[in-house]
């Protein structure tokens, strides 16, 4: 199911992929390992651009202003309007992740200007967003 939704902006940590989506993995993992848990964090993939120049940044959303992650940039991700699709059991199913983003695309009129943005509710499933103009 399809879902039409206005995000507000969400203050992170990043870390940047040197290899893009296909880097996604290792740097979900580093960024990972500078948290001393991930109990009660919100996890995001964010993707700025078209592969396979896509800039990808793994995220965890801030707790308050005053919270440093050491190794890791501080950002923002965008708010505004979204439709998003949600990927039960994203883990074992990562090419559903893509399949997703490839039916959203086809549905609106893109902004470029916003990332499409991965939201990870745990192990469970994934919402996969993209921004509408």
């Known amino acids: 199911m399809i879902n039409t939704l206005v995000l507000s902006p969400v203050n992170i940590f990043y870390i940047q992929s040197s290899k893009g989506l296909a880097g996604a993995v290792n ?3 580093i960024l990972e390992s500078k948290l001393t848990t991930l109990k009660g964090r919100k996890f995001y993939g964010v993707v700025y651009g078209k592969p396979p120049n896509e800039t990808y940044w793994a995220c965890v959303a801030k707790r308050d ?17 979204y439709i998003g699709k949600r990927v039960n059991d994203w883990e074992d199913n990562i090419p559903e992740i893509g399949k997703a983003f490839q039916e959203l695309m086809t ?18 499933y994934m919402i996969a967003r993209v921004p509408v103009v």
């Open 65 to 81: 202003e005053k919270e440093v992650l050491d190794g890791c940039e501080s950002g923002k991700i965008p708010g505004g309007k």
């Open 107 to 124: 549905k609106v009129t893109l902004d470029y200007n916003r990332p499409f943005v991965e939201y990870y509710h745990g192990m469970n």
């Open 27 to 29: 740097t979900f993992n």
